[in-house]
């Protein structure tokens, strides 16, 4: 194993030579090829805590919690909403009714598996994609599908495609687990352009300006334009022999610069207007994966000057300038943290709710939601998502179930089965939730 190992370390350093760069343009610097090849040598892992010291332990609050007032939102247009993945407290009508349930749309071919989708929202128009490759336009307002669109049809009709999308004005931007990426024009459903990286593309879709951003299932680095789809850049960062299941991350801050994380557990803090690596940290745990270095991490977050990311293992800090850790704590989720004010809100999808200070990494309070026999995991299913509307915490579960949470404590306000199992994550909007429920229907609530 060990030679194996030694075996695929050593290709990942012959890449250096065989990169397409323009070096016309003088895209890829000495600069950032020395950065890779120092961290690739070292081969230095963090030791972030060992298995036995996560934090599972119940504290009660004795901090005064104040949160960031509301802000209303109108639209849902990607991944985690914004390019910093920041989903602050949003507004929501706090009626907790369901006022709509449209008919079976998507196709339910395939088994879910890990929900990991969100869907998209653009004035009253809802999109999304089903495993059998099929992209929706569905007009709340109307009841009725606007458009409906399917790339692969012919070649692909038998295997399940993970698909990424996001709105950039009137471009629906998708890329996808098979290796394509292309444009669908948002009002119409009609193809404006399509391209093929030959390997799947596994990360959410960011973008600046002209530019889209994007990751493969190697941690091959992308970056496209968006008019044409015509490849700007790519570099390899670290290669892992298996394969995440999961979306890599990516966020962008207000100062030009881009940060990812590898399915190999590395940070990358890049400069997307100089194409300069800020910065690269290797952050993943000696005992969070096994030799093959496969790395599972939450959302990255981006908030002032700080970076925010939870492993398999832990929960940390770091500065966005130069990648120092401002703080760790033993308790890794994959689920979105919210932050709001001088909070952290996290949550596992065991059901293990914590509130952190973000200056000091204080555990402010924390609390086990699924303890009695009313209230369990295996009735309610694992949590797939964390969120901050009109002065609660909402989360969902596998199973079709709503929780409200005081924000103060920790304490559960109340819970319902709104559905008998969701196909993607809620998002919020309009005062709004949607999701898509696991036949494959629309539901809101106000």
């Known amino acids: 194993m060990k030679n194996l190992l030694s075996f695929f370390l050593t290709l990942s350093l012959i890449f250096l030579n065989n990169c397409s760069f323009d070096n016309k343009t003088g895209i890829w610097k000495e600069h950032n090829k020395a950065i890779i090849e120092k961290a690739k040598s070292k081969q230095k892992i963090e030791k972030i805590f060992k298995k036995n010291e996560i934090f599972d332990q119940e504290t009660e609050s004795k901090d005064i919690v104040i949160i960031s007032e509301k802000e209303e939102n109108r639209d849902w247009l990607e991944y985690n909403f914004v390019e910093s993945n920041n989903v602050s407290h949003l ?3 706090n009626n907790k009714n369901r006022i709509f349930k449209s008919k079976k749309i998507g196709k339910k071919k395939y088994s879910i598996g890990n929900i990991d989708s969100e869907p998209l929202v653009l004035k009253d128009n809802i999109i999304f994609a089903d495993l059998s490759g099929n992209i929706y336009n569905y007009s709340t307002q ?10 692969y049809k012919k070649k692909f009709k038998n295997i399940p495609v993970k698909i990424n999308l996001k709105i950039i004005l009137k471009n629906l931007i998708v890329s996808d687990s098979l290796g394509y990426f292309y444009n669908i024009n948002i009002d119409t459903g009609q193809l404006i352009w399509a391209k093929n990286q030959g390997v799947p593309l596994t990360s959410a879709i960011k973008s600046y300006s002209e530019k889209i951003f994007l990751l493969n299932q190697d941690n091959k680095f992308y970056i496209f334009e968006k008019n044409n789809g015509k490849k700007i850049l790519d570099f390899e960062t670290f290669p892992v022999i298996l394969k995440k299941n999961n979306k890599q991350t990516l966020a962008l801050d207000s100062r030009d610069n881009l940060y990812f ?53 832990s929960t940390m800090s770091l500065d966005s300038f130069s990648g120092k850790t401002n703080w760790e704590i033993p308790f890794g989720t994959r689920i979105r943290p919210v932050i709001s004010n001088r909070f952290i809100f996290l949550v596992s999808k065991e059901g293990f ?22 209230v369990n995991l295996k009735k309610m299913g694992e949590v797939i998502s964390l969120f901050l509307i009109s002065d609660q915490l909402f989360l969902s579960t596998k199973n079709g179930y709503f929780f409200f949470i005081n ?40």
């Open 91 to 93: 507004e929501y009508q």
């Open 261 to 313: 994380v590898t399915s190999a557990g590395q940070v990358f803090s890049l400069n997307h207007q100089n194409y300069r690596i800020n910065w690269l940290r290797n952050i993943k745990s000696a005992g969070s994966s096994d030799e093959f270095g496969l790395f599972y991490s939450s959302p990255i977050i981006i908030k002032d000057n700080s970076v925010y990311l939870s492993s398999s293992q």
């Open 353 to 374: 709710i914590l509130n952190v200070d973000i200056s000091s990494g204080k555990i402010i309070w924390s609390k086990k939601l699924f303890k009695s026999k009313e």
């Open 142 to 151: 109307r009841k009725k599908l606007v458009w409906k669109f399917n790339f």
């Open 407 to 446: 924000y103060e404590n920790g304490e559960i306000l109340n819970y319902a089965k709104v559905a008998k199992g969701f196909y993607s994550k809620p998002v919020v909007t309009n005062k709004k939730i949607y999701i898509i429920d696991k036949n494959m229907s629309v539901l809101i609530f106000n």
